[in-house]
């Protein structure tokens, strides 16, 4: 079956410093990726979506600067929380789209749990 | 008014009962439409998918998807304790891959 891997899976920083998170496919090439943020309690936010080669589409109110996303190839993925603060403490998720499967064609990464202190 | 609506719960059944989730959904042009579980901090579960009016049945699951209304449900049969999750509903809309989730509703399944 479809396997994203992300990582990491948990990760603290310090106020003002960079993280940033893999999503990779690893037994399909995925024609889209997308990137969701989830508060606790909470649904699963679209923040971008992002295709192999082109620039990332952001939805309304998430900061481009801020949350730099590059999608350097088929199977990978990257987010990048730049100057992080304990406000962007959150799970963040990546979900990989692949069209061949039809609606069975989104798999989700395993989370990752930023903590910002 | 929010693209997804649901009921955040808890929605508390007994087990062996029948758990009835449902989800609104405000752009007519919503295509196909999903439930997912997430089990606290872990990531969403694919449960089935509907896009036909009418009912879909998989095991002890069945959505039910009624577009005039913008309605979609979801019935969990002879509930367990190990069902007992948050079940998110999602929408996808015509000529884009997005899915657009709801808030999600915590259900409790009692022994």
């Known amino acids: 079956g479809a396997v994203v891997s992300q990582h990491p899976s948990r990760v603290i920083c310090k106020s003002g410093t960079s993280v940033k998170i893999e999503c990779r496919s690893l037994?399909?090439?995925?024609?889209?990726m997308f990137w969701y943020r989830q508060f606790p309690k909470q649904s699963l936010m679209l923040m971008a979506t992002s295709n192999e080669g082109s620039k990332a589409t952001y939805e309304q109110g998430v900061e481009k600067d801020k949350f730099l996303i590059n999608h350097a190839s088929l199977t990978l993925s990257t987010l990048t929380v730049t100057s992080a603060h304990p406000e962007d403490s959150s799970f963040y998720i990546c979900?990989?789209?692949?069209?061949?499967?039809?609606?069975?064609?989104?798999?989700f990464g395993s989370g990752t749990r930023l903590t910002v202190v | 008014q929010k693209e997804v609506e649901q009921n955040s719960g808890p929605l508390s059944v007994p087990e062996g009962a029948i758990a009835s989730l449902n989800c609104t959904y405000s752009d007519r042009g919503s295509q196909s439409f999903f439930w997912y579980r997430q089990y606290s901090g872990k990531s969403p579960e694919l449960i089935m998918f509907i896009y036909s009016n009418g009912d879909k049945e998989d095991g002890r699951f069945t959505a039910q998807l009624n577009k005039a209304s913008q309605y979609v449900s979801l019935l969990i049969r002879d509930s367990q304790p190990s069902d007992s999750a948050t079940y998110l509903c999602?929408?996808?809309?015509?000529?884009?891959?997005?899915?657009?989730f709801g808030t999600g509703t915590r259900l409790q399944v009692f022994p």
């Open positions: 037994d399909f090439q995925a024609t889209t």
């Open positions: 999602a929408v996808k809309r015509r000529n884009t891959d997005k899915l657009i």
């Open positions: 979900s990989a789209r692949d069209r061949d499967r039809g609606a069975y064609g989104y798999t």
